[in-house]
Each structure stands twice: as C-alpha cells, then as structure tokens.
C-alpha cells in the first residue's frame, strides 16, 4: 500500500481539444484578469491577447478572497463570459472551482478546472475531480512540501483523472519583500517525480510586475510548459490583484521577452 502510486514519472501529456501540454511541445502562455469582473472587460482583453498570443485564457469567476468584504467574483454569471469570450478568439479557458455544487455547470463551461492554492489540501474536492473527464489545472498549496504536491495530484489519479497540469505558485516565506517565493527548483523535480507537465505563475509568485518578465524567463529555462500570467485592461481600477496585473502592452513586451 505504501509505495503504490500512479504518478510514477512516466511521461503525461495532456490534451485540451486539440492542443498538447508537456514533453516536447511548446510551452503554452495562459493569460487573462485575475477575476472577470465583467462582459466587456473579459471580451476586450481576450481580443487584445489574441492579437498579441495567448494560448489559453484564464479568468477567476469564483475567487477565493482573503476578505469576505472582498469582490467575490461574478460566478456563473462570469463563467458565461469567460466562455463567451474564449469561444470569441477561439482558445480554451480555465477558472477556478471552489465548491462541488458548482461541478456542473463548470462541466458545462469550461475547459480546464483550476483547483487553486488554498484547496490544494481539499480532499474531497480532489476526489471529486478525479472521477471528472476535464483536465485539472493543480497549483500548489501555499505552504506544501513537494511531497503534500505530489499526493495531491496522486488523488486525482488514484481516482481516476491523471489529465493534471501542475501549477507553482510560490509558498509563503520569511520574507515579504515578494508576495510568495517562487520555488523553481520545483519545476524540474515535479516533472521527473510525476512525470506531469508544470507551468509557472510568476503573477502570484512574486506579486512584483517588475519580476514577472525575468522570472518567466528563469521558468522557461527551467523547463517550465508554460506560464500563467495576470492581466487587466486597467490594473488600477481592478477588483483584484491590480498590482501585480499587466496592461496590454505590458503583457506585449512580456510575450515578446519570453517568445525569444
Ligand atoms: C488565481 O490564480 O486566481 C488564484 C487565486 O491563485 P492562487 O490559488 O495561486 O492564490
Ligand atoms: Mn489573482
């Protein structure tokens, strides 16, 4: 029973439609508002990625706020827009679920299932997505050690779903000059222990716009199959993480840093 896994290395290549994630293919550039905030601000900035590059577009509809008082996001509402607005430049989406009631109407919806940081640790949740047909975007637990990661992912294939692409997104330090540190070590060792595909969120990782260009550079570097960024078509009016959002010319130089 101890050493029984599923995850044991072997290479995982994960499918969206026709798109391929892992191993040897190029590494995909999701980008998108941390929270669709509404039907014009996710439809102008899915127009504006496409014009740039964005290989999926991502956008919280169910945010998992710190705050109560926080903006909670636009939930299914929201959802309708994110598909609405990925169907309009033709790339898959990604959000995030937060509670089994939700499953299927996200079923419905999206392309890609985001469990974020903070239910990493969610058991039942995980379990539910295991016995889901939809690949599962992982991040990793605020405080996890690489072996609590790598068990969560286990559980989504212990129950049956090992379309899983690992998500780093910085772990809580000492330190609080960056808002996470961003642990690329974890790139490498993820991919040889699971044998899963692993993009970056330097957005969340750092919490700096100033460090998101260089430290995608460091991920693709690395390894990394792709990078998650945030953006907003106005960081300073948005409802959620509007520091740490690029504009769209700044996501445009970030492109072209990185496509180099
Ligand atoms: C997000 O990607 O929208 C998010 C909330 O990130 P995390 O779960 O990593 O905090
Ligand atoms: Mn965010």
Redesign the pocket.
Known sequence: MKDKKILTGKQIIVEVGDLKIGGDHPPVFIAGP?SVESREQIMATAKALKSIGVTIL?G?VF??RTSPYDFQGLEIEGLKYLREAGDSIGVPIVT?LMDEKNLDIMLEYTDII?V???NMYNYPLLKTLGSVDKPILL?RG?SATIKEWILAAEYLAAYGNTNIIL?E?GIRSFDNYTRNMLDLAAVPIMQKETGLPIIV?PS?GTGVKSLITPMSKASLACGADGL?VEVHPNPEEALSDGPQSFTFDEYKEFFNECKR
């Open positions: 941390c991502r919280g945010k998992p995030e985001q974020g940081s903070r991040k605020m998500c997104r969120d969340h998650m």
